[in-house]
C-alpha cells in the first residue's frame, strides 16, 4: 500500500510572535515540531506498516527550507521518503492556496492509497486543509478519525463526534484526517535518527509540481488576517471563605444573583 | 574545534528527553520509595535503542556515538538517577567489554538480547576486601578441565538478581595479582550462582544493588571473556567507559536539580520578593550553571575522544570527578535553596541529593579518579 501523510510544522510554544504588519506568524527564532495531530497521523500509517511491511510512507509538506528538521523527525519515526515543497511563491497561503498546493504535490506523486492528515494545526487551527485536499483531488473522506481498522482491502473508522462516534467503512483511495484519541506516537528510535540524517529530503518548487501560481501564496489567498492578537489573560477568580458548606453555598448564590447570573 | 552538537545528537537528546519526561519522571519517586527496579521502562527502551546506543547495528546496537550516549544517559538521570544508573551499567560494564572482548560467538549469543533490551546486563568486580584495590579479589577460578569453578562474593553489583547476564572477575592465579585476574560470563541460572544480601541504600534506590554468591558455580570453558590474566584490563578498560557514564547520569542529576530550583525560586516568595531576586541566592545560581556547564565540557570531550578512539582514560576521570562533585555541590544547594521543602519528599531535590552522593563513590572514587589523573601528571 502507499500511503502520503501531509505533515505541517507549527511553532513549539505558546508566546508565538506574530507580525503585527502582515498579520502572520513570525517564525524565526521559534522552535518548531511536527504538528501533534499530524503526529498521530503519521503514527497510524506507521502502525499500517508494522503489519503490511510493504506498505511505502510518504509524508509531504509545504513550507520553508527549516521545515525539513521536521521531515527528517518523520523519517526517523519510520517514514520511508519526505518531500518539502517550498518556494517564495507558495509563502503566506492560506488554507485554500495551501491544499491548492498540497494537491499539485501530490497529483505528482501520482500512485497513492491512502493520504491521512492531522486534523488541523495548533497555529491556525482551521481543520481546513484537509477536507479541502479530499475535495480537490476528488477523494472520499473521513475527518476527526478516532479509530482504523483495516483488513487488508477495506477500512473502517470511527468518527469522532461531539456526543458520540459514526462507524464508517470505505474504500481506498480516500483521505483520512487524525485526532489525538486515534494512538500515542511512537518515538523516533535511535537508528531511525542516524538513519533519517543520512537521507535526502526532496524538495519541489512550484514549477516542479505544476501548480497554477494565481491559486497559490499570500496574493491570491482569499482569507485576508484582519488582526491577530494576544487574549488578556483573565484576572484573577474570587475564592469564597466560609465557616460551612452552607454558608459557602450563601455566599455563592449571592454573588451568582449580584452578577444577574441566576 | 567544534562545540556544536551533530544533528543527530540533538534529535537523540530531543527524543530522550521527552521520552524521560513522558515515561521515566512519573515513576521516579516510586521507584525510589519501594527500592523498586524499572522494568517498564527498560521494556520501553529497549525497542528505541536505548539499551545498546554506541553499538554496531551488526549486534542489534542503535549506531550512536559516544556523545549521543551521554547526552542519553543525561537526560534520563536529569528526572531518574536511578534509570540513568541501569542503562549505564549494562551498555559500559557488560555489553562493552563482551563488544570489545568477546569471541565472534560470544558476541552473537549475548549482544542481540542485551542491546535490545530482552536482557539485562552486571559487572562484578567489588568484594568486601577488593574495592578500589581490584588486586585483592578472592574469588577463585579453578580450572576442572572441562569447566572453570568460581567459589567466592561479589558485593553491591548494581542490578544483580534482576540482571539475566554478568561479567565477572575472578582470581585464576593469586600469585601474579592483577595478572591472575580473568573474565567471565557468568549467566542467570548456572549452577552455583545465586544472589545473596540485597543492599538498603541511601540513593538510586531503583537500581538494585545485591550480593553475588559463587558456591562451585560451575561456568563453561567458553564462558571465559578476553584472555587468561587479562581480566584486570577487561575491568579496567571498561570502567573507563562506565567514568564517562556515571559522570553523565551524575550531570544529569545536577542539571536536573539545578532546573527545579530555578523553577522553585521564580515561584517562592519571601519578604515580598520571589527567591531569585536575593543577589546572593542568585549569584550561587550563577556558580552552579558555570560548574556544571564546565563539567559538561569536559563529559563531552572524553566523549568525542572515545568515538574518535583517541586516549581517553584521564578525560573520563577528570569528566566523572567533576560532574559528581558538581552533582553533590549543586544537590546540596538546591536542596538549602527549598528551604524546609527541600529536605521532605515532596520535591526531587531530596531524591536527587541522595542519587548524587554515590556518583562520587561508585566506578572508582573521586580519590581513585584523582589518583588516575595525578598519575598521568608525575608518570
Not at chain 1, 500515542?184 to 540524517?197: D, L, W
Not at chain 2, 538478581?161 to 560470563?185: L, N, Q, W
Not at chain 2, 545465586?194 to 558455580?217: H, P, Q, T, W, Y
Request: proline share 4%; charged share 25%.
Amino acid at each position: 500500500m502507499k500511503i502520503i501523510v501531509c505533515v505541517k510544522q507549527v511553532p513549539d510554544t505558546n508566546e508565538v510572535k506574530i507580525d503585527p504588519v502582515k498579520g502572520t506568524l513570525i517564525r524565526d527564532g521559534v522552535p518548531s515540531i511536527l504538528n501533534h495531530d499530524d503526529a498521530n497521523a503519521l503514527e497510524e500509517a506507521l502502525r499500517i506498516k508494522d503489519q503490511y511491511p510493504d506498505t511505502h510512507i510518504t509524508v509531504l509538506t509545504m513550507g520553508p527550507p527549516q521545515a525539513k528538521d521536521m521531515l527528517t523527525d518523520c523519517l526517523a519515526m519510520g517514514a520511508d521518503e519526505a518531500i518539502l515543497l517550498s518556494d517564495r511563491a507558495l509563502g503566506g497561503s492560506d488554507t485554500w492556496a495551501t491544499s491548492n498546493a498540497l494537491a499539485a504535490g501530490i497529483r505528482k506523486i501520482g500512485d497513492f492509497d491512502l493520504i491521512f492528515a492531522g486534523r488541523q494545526a495548533i497555529d491556525g487551527d482551521t481543520a481546513q486543509v484537509g477536507p479541502q485536499l479530499a475535495e480537490k483531488l476528488g477523494l472520499p473522506q473521513v475527518t476527526y478519525v478516532k479509530e482504523f481498522s483495516f483488513n487488508g482491502r477495506d477500512i473502517t473508522v470511527k468518527r469522532a463526534l461531539e456526543d458520540g462516534y459514526e462507524v464508517i467503512q470505505l474504500q481506498m483511495p480516500c483521505l483520512l484526517t487524525a485526532i489525538k484519541e486515534l494512538n500515542k506516537p511512537r518515538y523516533m528510535p535511535v537508528k531511525g535518527i542516524y538513519k533519517a540524517c543520512e537521507k535526502e529530503i526532496t524538495v519541489w518548487n512550484a514549477k516542479d509540481i505544476n501548480v497554477d501560481l494565481k491559486k497559490v501564496g499570500l496574493e491570491a489567498s482569499p482569507t485576508n488576517v484582519h488582526r491577530s492578537f494576544t487574549p488578556a489573560p483573565k484576572g484573577k477568580g474570587i475564592m469564597i471563605d466560609g465557616d460551612s458548606p452552607k454558608d459557602l453555598a450563601d455566599k455563592l448564590v449571592a454573588k451568582l444573583k449580584e452578577k444577574h447570573i441566576i | 574545534m567544534n562545540f556544536s552538537p551533530t544533528k543527530q545528537q540533538e534529535m537523540v537528546r530531543r527524543m530522550v528527553r521527552e521520552f524521560a519526561v513522558n515515561e521515566v519522571q512519573p515513576i521516579a519517586e516510586e521507584i525510589d520509595a519501594e527500592a523498586r527496579f524499572p522494568q517498564e521502562t527498560i521494556d520501553k527502551a529497549g525497542p528505541l535503542g536505548l539499551m545498546g546506543m554506541p553499538f554496531p547495528e551488526e549486534y542489534g546496537g542503535a549506531g550512536a556515538d559516544y556523545v549521543a550516549y551521554v547526552m542519553a544517559i543525561e537526560e534520563l538521570s536529569k528526572v531518574c538517577g536511578s534509570t540513568g544508573v541501569i542503562i549505564q551499567t549494562h551498555c559500559a560494564l557488560c555489553a562493552w567489554p563482551i563488544m570489545t572482548y568477546g569471541t565472534e560467538e560470544q558476541k552473537k549469543k549475548y549482544l542481540p538480547d542485551l542491546l535490545t533490551g530482552k536482557k539485562v546486563g552486571a559487572f562484578g568486580l567489588t568484594e568486601p576486601n577488593a574495592g578500589s584495590d581490584a588486586a585483592g579479589i578472592q574469588t577463585r577460578a579453578v580450572d576442572m578441565g572441562d569447566h572453570w569453578r568460581l567459589n567466592g562474593t561479589k558485593i553491591f553489583i548494581s542490578s544483580g538478581g534482576v540482571a539475566d547476564t554478568y561479567v565477572v572477575m575472578a582470581m585464576t592465579d593469586k600469585s601474579k595479582g592483577t595478572k591472575g585476574i580473568t573474565a567471565f560470563i557468568i549467566e542467570k541460572g548456572m549452577k552455583g550462582f545465586s544472589i545473596g544480601k540485597k543492599e538498603n541504600k541511601m540513593g538510586i534506590r531503583g537500581s538494585l544493588a545485591a550480593e553475588l554468591v559463587f558456591e562451585d558455580c560451575i561456568v563453561p570453558k567458553e564462558n571465559l571473556l578476553g584472555e587468561l590474566g587479562k581480566g584486570f584490563k577487561v575491568a579496567m578498560s571498561a570502567l573507563d567507559v562506565g567514568r564517562l557514564g556515571i559522570a553523565a547520569q551524575a550531570l544529569g542529576i545536577a542539571q536536573g536539580a539545578f532546573d527545579q530550583t530555578v523553577a522553585y525560586m521564580k515561584s517562592r516568595k519571601q519578604f515580598g520578593k520571589p527567591l531569585h531576586k536575593f543577589q546572593a541566592l542568585a549569584f550561587e545560581m550563577a556558580e552552579m550553571a558555570t560548574r556544571i556547564e564546565g563539567s559538561r565540557l569536559l563529559l563531552y570531550k572524553a566523549a568525542d575522544r572515545r568515538q574518535k578512539g583517541l586516549p581517553s582514560t584521564v578525560e573520563a576521570a577528570q569528566a566523572k570527578l567533576s560532574c559528581s562533585e558538581t552533582a553533590m555541590y549543586v544537590t546540596t544547594k538546591a536542596v538549602q535553596f527549598h528551604g524546609g521543602y527541600g529536605y521532605i519528599k515532596d520535591y526531587p531535590v531530596e531524591r536527587m541529593m541522595r542519587d548524587a552522593k554515590i556518583t562520587e563513590i561508585y566506578e572508582g572514587t573521586s580519590e581513585v579518579m584523582k589518583m588516575v589523573i595525578s598519575g598521568d601528571i608525575f608518570k
